[in-house]
C-alpha cells in the first residue's frame, strides 16, 4: 500500500484516475523568463513539475557532490528565477525549476513532503571551486529573498534564499524486491550507500562540509517557557510537540507554523492561519466544547499555538474500535449499547457546531481526526481550528475531508453552516461504517450504502433519517437550526426501538437470513455475468496505448514500480480480462511485449516482478516469452532478497512451480527447490514456530499474514512438498503457519484477526487487519489449503473463528489485496475445499457489499482504487480484482479449484 502522504502527489491532475505531475499543463510564466534569457545551444527537457536545463556542449557532469538549491515564496517565483538566472546561465552550470509557479504553490504547501518543500532551483555545479562562485553570485543576486526553509539543507552564509547539500547529481537508482527503488550515490571507494533525503541536514562521512557550523547553543525553552520532549506528528507546516510548561508544570501540546509555508487551495500563510485558529479557540473556549488555548508566540520566525493536552481517541480511531459492524459483536444489545453511547458523541458535536455558529465562527473541516473523545467515552471536544473562519471575514482555505463535505464545499471550496452539518451526518454514517471516502468520491453510494446499514443493523427509521436530512446535497444554511439538530438526536428512540428485539439481521449466516425467502443471498449469476462484462469493457475502453508509463488506470504504485506488474501493472489487468473473456485485444498484448524488461526496474517476484508477468504471458499463449522471462529471474540478484509471497522468494517459487507444470522444464522445479532451500536458511525457528525477521527503517521486524509473512510462505512450502514429496518441506511450512496463527488475538469471542507486524510474547497494540495481503483472509487461505493436503486437528479447531472474521459485508475498501473482494475469494475458497454450500452463500452476500462501491461510468462499470480517492482497473487496488471475484462466484462449486489470485491447487489432493 502507498502511504497517505504520497499518495496526495497523484490527486492534483486528474479528477478520475491518479496521475502523476507529467500530466499537468504548465503555466507560461516561468518558462517565458527562460526563453527571454538563455542563449542559444541551452538543452531543455521536462521531467514531471521540473524543467532542466543543459550548458551547450556539457558532458555528462559529476555524478554527485556539493549541489545549491534555490527557495522562493509562493507569488515571488517568477521575480526570482528573474534574477537567477543570468547567474547561472553566466557560469555554464547545469540546473533545473520549478515548470510554474502552481508547482511552487504545490510544493510549498503543507501536504506536501516536508523533505522536498521549498527547492525551487537546483544547481549541479562541475566542481567545488564552481560551486563557491555560484553559490555566492546566487547569494548576492537574491539577497533579501528568501522563502520556505529547506530542511534537508544547510543555508549559504548570509543568505536566506540559497541552501546547499551533498546529494546525487543524476538518478542512480537500486531497485528493491518489492519495485520500488532507492537512490544511491558512491562512496569514495565505489561502495553504493542510499542517497538519504532526511528532513535535517546530513551528509555522508567523507563529504568536508564547505562552510563548518558554528558550535550549537543547547535548546533553550520556547519563549522562555516550553520545553518539547515529545514529537507527535511532523509535516511540511511543522510539527506538533508534547512539551512541559516550566509555569504549571504539566504537559501542553505545541503547534508549530513554519515561515514560508502555505495551507489551503487558497493558499494562505501557515503562521496567520495557526494566529487565526488561536483566536477563533479563545473566543469558544467559554463553551467547553473546544480544546483549551493556552498561548500564541513566534520564535525564530516560527509560530507557535500552545493547547491543553486531550487524553483520549480521535473519533474515527473510537468507533472503530467500539462499532460491532468492526468487532462482529452483532448482538441487539451491543449494537443498541453502541448506538447510545454514540448519540451521545453526536449530541455533543452538534452542541460545538451550535455553539461556533452562534457566534458567526464556522468549522469548515469537522472531521474524524479532529474531534476528540474522552477515555469514557462520555464527552468529545473539537481541537483542529485550522479550516474554521469567521463568517464574511476571515478567506476560506478551501480544505476538507473528502466524504465529510458537502457537495457545495466540494464544488466551491466555500465553507458555510450547512456544511458543517453535512459534516456530522457523515461523521454519524462513519460511526455505522467508514465508507466515507467512498461515498465522498462517488456520491451515488451514500444512500446505497446508508440503506444497506438500516436493513442490515435495523436500524430505527429516525437515525436513518437525521443522516440523510443532515447530509442532503440540496440543503442551504436555512434548512437547518442547531437547537432542532440535537432535539433529533436527543429524539432517537435509541432505547426502545423494537428493531433489536430480534437478531440483527446482519449478523445471522447468509443461509439463515434468506431461508424461507424467495431472495438468495447477493446478485443473481446473470446479473455478475453482466457486471463483469461491464468491468472489462470500462478497462478496455479506458487503455491507453499511446502511453508508455501505463496501459490502463492504476494505482499510484504503477509509477512508482513497473508498467508490467501482475499487482498494479498492465500483465494483472490482461491476466483478468483473459479470464473474463477468454481473450485478450491484440494491440494490448502488443503494448505489453513492446516493454523492455530491464531487470534494473523489475525485480524478480510473483505480483510486482518478472516470475508474474512470466505467468501471464503463459496464459495469453506466448510460453516462449514466459520461459525467456524465467531464464531472466533465474539469473536475478534480488532472486532470495525477500522471503514474502508479494515480492520474494515464495512468490518465485509459486511461479516456479506454476510453469514446471505447465512448460515441464525440470530447471523450473530446480528454481522451486533453491527457492525453498533460501528460505529454509534464512528462517529463524523456535517454539513460536518459524519466522523471518526483516530489516525495515525502524529496525527488524517480523510481518505476519500472507503477503508479506509467514503464511503466504507457508503455502508455497506447502506446494513445495507436494510436487517433490519431500517432507521437510510441509513441517517447515507448518511451523511457519503456526507462527502466524500465535499472533492472532480473539475479537468478541469468535473472531481470529491478526497483526500486520509480530509481537514479542505478551505484548499488546498494533492495528489489527482482516485482509489477504495483511490479516485474517491470507492466513485462511493457507490454512484452508494445509487441511486439504492432510487432516489436522489444531487447523480444523481454529478454522471457524477464521472464516467468521472474514464473512464480513462491509469492509473500508473493495479491493482484493487490501479489502471485501478478498475476504469473499477465501469464502469460496472454503466452499470449495471444505466442501460445504454455506461459504458460497457468505460470499455472495460480500458481493452485496462489495457492489455498494460500484461507479457506472459511459465506459462501463469500475470500482474506486487506494483509499477510494480515484477509479482504478488493477488487480490489487482496482476493479479487475474485484470483478474476478464476482465472476469466480458464478463458477465456484465444492470441490472446485477456481481461485484466479496465482495459486497452484493443482498440486493439493
Not at 504545490?106 to 518543500?117: D, I, P, Q, V, Y
Request: proline share 7%.
Amino acid at each position: 500500500m502507498i502511504s497517505w502522504q504520497a499518495l496526495q502527489f497523484y490527486l492534483p491532475f486528474d479528477q478520475r484516475w491518479y496521475e502523476t505531475a507529467g500530466r499537468h499543463l504548465p503555466e507560461p510564466e516561468h518558462l517565458a523568463v527562460f526563453r527571454s534569457l538563455a542563449p542559444d545551444g541551452w538543452r531543455t527537457r521536462r521531467r514531471g513539475l521540473w524543467f532542466i536545463a543543459d550548458p551547450p556542449a556539457a558532458g555528462p557532469g559529476p555524478a554527485q557532490g556539493w549541489k545549491l538549491h534555490v527557495t522562493a515564496l509562493p507569488g515571488e517565483s517568477v521575480q526570482v528565477l528573474r534574477l537567477a538566472l543570468p547567474v547561472l546561465l553566466r557560469a555554464g552550470v547545469r540546473f533545473k525549476f520549478l515548470i510554474d509557479p502552481y508547482a511552487v504553490r504545490l510544493t510549498g504547501n503543507k501536504t506536501f513532503s516536508r523533505t522536498a518543500s521549498g527547492k525551487f532551483i537546483t544547481v549541479y555545479p562541475a566542481d567545488e571551486q564552481q560551486f563557491h562562485a555560484v553559490g555566492g553570485a546566487l547569494a548576492a543576486a537574491l539577497e533579501g529573498r528568501t522563502g520556505p526553509y529547506i530542511l534537508s539543507d544547510r543555508r549559504w552564509p548570509g543568505s536566506t534564499a540559497v541552501y546547499y547539500r551533498y546529494g546525487g547529481f543524476a538518478a542512480v537508482n537500486r531497485l528493491r524486491p518489492d519495485g520500488l527503488s532507492d537512490l544511491m550515490i558512491s562512496a569514495p571507494d565505489g561502495t553504493p550507500v542510499p542517497d538519504v533525503r532526511a528532513p535535517y541536514f546530513e551528509a555522508p562521512d567523507w563529504a568536508v562540509d564547505p562552510f563548518p557550523p558554528e558550535p550549537e547553543e543547547p535548546d533553550a525553552p520556547l519563549a522562555g517557557r516550553y520545553t518539547p520532549h515529545t514529537a507527535l506528528a511532523f509535516g511540511n507546516r511543522g510539527g506538533v510537540y508534547l512539551a512541559t510548561d516550566a509555569q504549571t508544570g504539566r504537559d501542553v501540546v505545541l503547534k508549530e507554523a513554519r515561515p514560508g509555508v502555505m495551507v489551503g487551495r487558497a493558499g494562505r500563510w501557515a503562521a496567520d492561519v495557526l494566529a487565526k485558529e488561536y483566536r477563533l479557540l479563545t473566543e469558544l473556549a467559554d463553551t467547553g466544547l473546544f480544546v483549551r488555548p493556552v498561548d500564541f508566540f513566534h520564535e525564530c520566525g516560527h509560530a507557535f499555538l500552545v493547547e491543553e493536552v486531550l487524553d483520549g481517541l480521535h473519533y474515527g480511531r473510537h468507533s472503530i474500535v467500539h462499532n460491532p459492524v468492526v468487532t462482529l459483536g452483532l448482538e441487539p444489545e451491543a449494537v443498541r449499547a453502541y448506538l447510545l453511547a454514540q448519540r451521545t458523541l453526536w449530541r455533543g458535536l452538534a452542541l460545538a457546531v451550535a455553539a461556533a455558529h452562534e457566534r458567526g465562527i464556522l468549522l469548515g473541516d469537522l472531521s474524524y481526526t479532529n474531534a476528540f473523545v474522552s477515555p469514557d467515552g462520555a464527552t468529545v471536544r473539537i481541537l483542529d481550528l485550522e479550516t474554521a473562519v469567521r463568517e464574511d471575514e476571515d478567506h476560506h482555505l478551501g480544505i476538507y475531508t473528502v466524504g465529510l463535505a458537502s457537495p457545495r464545499l466540494v464544488a466551491t471550496d466555500r465553507y458555510d453552516r450547512a456544511a458543517d452539518w453535512h459534516a456530522l451526518g457523515a461523521l454519524v454514517l462513519s460511526s455505522l461504517m467508514v465508507v466515507n471516502n467512498t461515498t465522498g468520491f462517488h456520491r451515488p453510494a451514500l444512500p446505497r450504502f446508508l440503506a444497506a446499514l438500516a436493513e442490515d443493523l435495523a436500524l430505527p427509521a429516525e437515525l436513518v433519517d437525521l443522516v440523510g436530512w443532515l447530509t442532503d446535497a440540496a440543503a442551504t444554511d436555512e434548512d437547518f437550526d442547531g437547537s432542532e439538530v440535537v432535539e433529533r438526536i436527543d429524539a432517537l428512540p435509541l432505547e426502545t426501538h423494537p428493531g433489536w428485539d430480534r437478531p440483527v439481521p446482519l449478523a445471522l449466516p447468509a443461509t439463515v437470513r434468506h431461508h424461507g425467502t424467495d431472495r438468495p443471498p447477493g446478485p443473481s449469476d446473470a446479473e455478475l455475468a453482466a457486471l463483469t462484462e461491464q468491468v472489462a469493457a470500462y478497462a478496455e475502453a479506458v487503455a491507453d496505448p499511446q502511453r508508455e508509463d501505463r496501459l490502463f488506470p492504476a494505482d499510484p504504485l504503477v509509477f512508482q514500480t513497473n508498467p508490467l506488474s501482475v499487482a498494479y501493472g498492465a500483465m494483472g489487468v490482461l491476466h483478468g480480462l483473459h479470464r473474463l473473456r477468454g481473450e485478450v485485444p491484440e494491440q494490448l498484448l502488443a503494448w505489453a511485449l513492446a516493454r523492455d524488461v530491464d531487470p534494473g526496474r523489475y525485480p524478480p517476484g510473483l505480483y510486482l516482478g518478472q516470475a508474474g508477468i512470466a505467468w501471464v504471458f503463459d496464459e495469453l499463449g506466448r510460453p516462449e516469452v514466459a520461459g525467456a522471462l524465467m531464464d531472466r529471474a533465474r539469473v536475478h540478484p534480488l532472486r532470495f532478497a525477500d522471503p514474502g509471497v508479494l515480492h520474494g522468494a515464495a512468490g518465485y517459487g509459486t511461479a516456479c512451480l506454476h510453469l514446471w507444470q505447465r512448460l515441464g522444464d525440470d530447471r523450473l522445479l530446480t528454481d522451486a527447490l533453491e527457492a525453498g532451500e533460501a528460505l529454509a536458511a534464512g528462517c529463524v525457528r523456535d517454539e513460536r514456530g518459524a519466522r523471518w525477521p526483516q530489516a525495515g527503517p525502524d529496525g527488524e521486524r517480523v510481518r505476519v499474514g500472507h503477503g508479506h509473512g509467514a503464511s503466504g510462505i507457508a503455502l508455497f512450502l506447502l506446494y513445495l512438498h507436494l510436487a517433490t514429496g519431500q517432507e521437510c518441506w510441509y513441517r517447515l511450512g507448518r511451523e511457519a503457519l503456526a507462527f502466524d496463527l500465535g499472533q492472532g488475538t480473539v475479537i468478541s469471542g469468535r473472531a481470529l484477526v491478526f497483526p500486520g507486524t509480530a509481537r514479542e510474547p505478551g505484548a499488546e497494540g498494533g492495528v489489527l487487519r482482516n485482509y489477504w495481503d495483511e490479516g485474517t483472509a491470507g492466513v485462511t487461505t493457507t490454512v484452508l489449503r494445509y487441511l486439504a493436503a492432510r487432516p489436522d486437528a489444531e487447523l480444523l479447531a481454529v478454522l471457524p473463528r477464521l472464516l467468521a472474521d472474514s464473512a464480513r459485508k462491509y469492509t473500508v475498501l473493495p479491493q482484493l489485496f487490501h479489502g471485501l473482494a478478498g475476504l469473499g475469494n477465501v469464502l469460496l475458497d472454503a466452499g470449495e475445499l471444505l466442501y460445504e454450500e454455506r461459504w458460497f452463500a457468505e460470499a455472495r452476500r460480500v458481493a452485496e457489499g462489495v457492489l455498494l462501491s460500484r461507479i457506472d461510468r459511459p465506459q462501463g462499470v469500475v470500482f474506486p482504487g487506494e483509499q477510494a480517492l480515484r477509479e482504478s482497473t488493477d488487480f490489487a487496488t482496482g476493479s479487475i480484482g474485484v470483478a474476478l471475484f464476482l465472476d469466480r462466484l458464478r463458477h465456484a462449486r465444492p470441490g472446485g479449484r477456481t481461485n484466479f489470485n496465482f495459486t497452484v491447487d493443482g498440486l493439493l489432493p
